[in-house]
């Protein structure tokens, strides 16, 4: 009889070596697809939160980390591009095993990682201070910019390597150590991270990452007083605690929040390339992703006919295997998440939502055990509704016809949230109307879900604090600091304050 392979149990990443956690307490973690656990991970305490910050401080301060000249950590990142280049196929499998999605786009995603390292590399060398121009001749005064310190990084489950790079990458560049807390339910992949991480041969403690529950790791992580910095990608709600925290003891931060992410089609739009945008933002990754474009607005005129064509598309979505090339729909990432669908996708009937598609759990054998929801469009929805406003993170959209410009950016606008918005037209003149006035961080233009290592990426109102990606980013992990040198032999008068 053919054995199994062991399950693999995992080890955190402290100080440049593999421990287990202080107590060798394990988290299952479960593939989502198939409802089979796959691989345990270490469930992280107080005592290995405070190792981790302990050696990341440890190495901030060491001549082998803060010696290095910004040239030299470029070197560094870039090596580490390459390694990460040379494995993606082997992380995308294991981010598909962790959290469901297609292995097409995890692979596509991790292929594209690598450009972040390349990105800040080269912007290690190229942050400069100014010299400025005093009144007083015989004073040279001069500013630096230079690293915060310990960087602490709290990512999510839905794309756990990238928002892990959006932080680490310009922070690293920087010239900062990081703790990364990676989502408990998706963190082997940041494990295996970790250990081609510490293949590149970056000094010990540059990078650690500690693993173990949101409510109790990720907690003692946002308040620990030797983090200088909290990175945080999440929810909202989750985010206002992580900067209450954070403000415990002054440590700045960055927050990318929830979404809920208008999809606006006009009549005059190519009509095809809005559909396929339009299943793109909200069915891609199984609608979890915080830019889902889950409220479409459409114009009145095509308003039936374009439910129809997305209601067709919706209906011939292939649910099944992430790991199969034909798969157009995994999972949802974890029990709980797809109860959340469940429950929204309910209220939203209770107060009045019809169901044009979808709205239910598939009912084929071979997708009983895995977390499966069906593409779902709800019609007969009104902006104030609940499924309208709060962010349910999974694969169901809203549509809400309008009549005019003004009447659709009021409504696009009538949300907590700001992260990202879509405008299908072939108005020119209207496009840039749009893009001044709908209250986002990114507005897309005939396309969606497009981002880049240079273009910055946030939101606003609820939705963050800050930007994430191109070159404003690595300063987001400076602080500057003013130098005065007095060049004159004259000795002043020590009660007269010298301008």
Known sequence: MEQKNP????????????????????????NPASGELWTYIPKGEKEDVDRAFQAARRCYESEEWRGLSPTRRGRL???????????????????????????????????????????????????????IPLDRQSVLNYTLREPLGVVACITPWNSPLLL???????????????????????????????????????????????TGYGHTVGDLISKHPLADKVAFTGGTETG???????????????????GKSPNIVFADANLDAA??????????????????????????????????????????IRLGDPMQPDTQMGPAATPGQLKKIEDYVNIA?????????????????????????????????????RICQEEVFGPVLCVIPFDS????????NDTEFGLGAGIWTNDLKRSHRMARVIESGTVWINTYRASAYNSPFG???????????????????????SVWIELSDEISDPFTVRT
């Open 7 to 30: 399950i693999k149990r995992y080890q955190m990443y402290i100080g440049g070596e593999f421990v287990d956690s202080s107590d060798q307490a394990y988290i299952e973690s479960i």
């Open 77 to 131: 990142l870039r090596k580490l591009a390459e390694a990460i280049e040379d494995n993606a196929e082997h992380l995308a499998r294991i981010e598909t095993q962790d959290n469901g999605k297609l292995y097409r786009e995890m692979v596509t995603q991790l292929k594209m990682i690598p450009s972040w390292y390349e990105y800040y590399a080269g912007l290690a060398d190229k942050v400069e201070g100014t010299v």
């Open 164 to 210: 892990a790079t959006w932080k680490m990458a310009p922070a690293l560049a920087a010239g900062n150590t990081i703790v990364l807390k990676p989502s408990e339910f998706t963190s082997a992949s940041s494990l295996e991270f970790a250990e081609i991480f510490h293949e590149v041969g970056f000094p010990a403690g540059t990078l650690n990452v500690v």
């Open 349 to 385: 009937i209770n107060e009045g939502a019809c169901v044009s598609a979808g709205g239910k759990r598939p009912s084929q054998p071979e997708l009983s055990e895995g977390l499966y929801y069906h593409p779902t469009i709800l019609t007969g929805v009104d902006n104030s509704m």
């Open 240 to 258: 206002r605690k992580v900067a209450i925290n954070a403000a415990s003891h002054l440590a700045d931060v960055t927050l990318e929040l929830g």
């Open 459 to 481: 939101g606003v109102k609820n939705s963050g604090l800050g930007r994430e990606n191109g070159i404003e980013a690595i300063y987001d992990y400076m602080q500057m600091k």
């Open 405 to 412: 410009e003004e009447e659709v950016v009021k409504m696009a």
């Open 275 to 316: 559909e396929a945008g339009v299943i793109a933002g909200i069915f891609a990754a199984s609608g979890q992703t915080c830019i889902a474009g889950s409220r479409l607005f459409v114009e009145r005129s095509i308003a039936d006919s374009f439910v129809d064509r997305l209601v067709k598309r919706a209906n011939e």
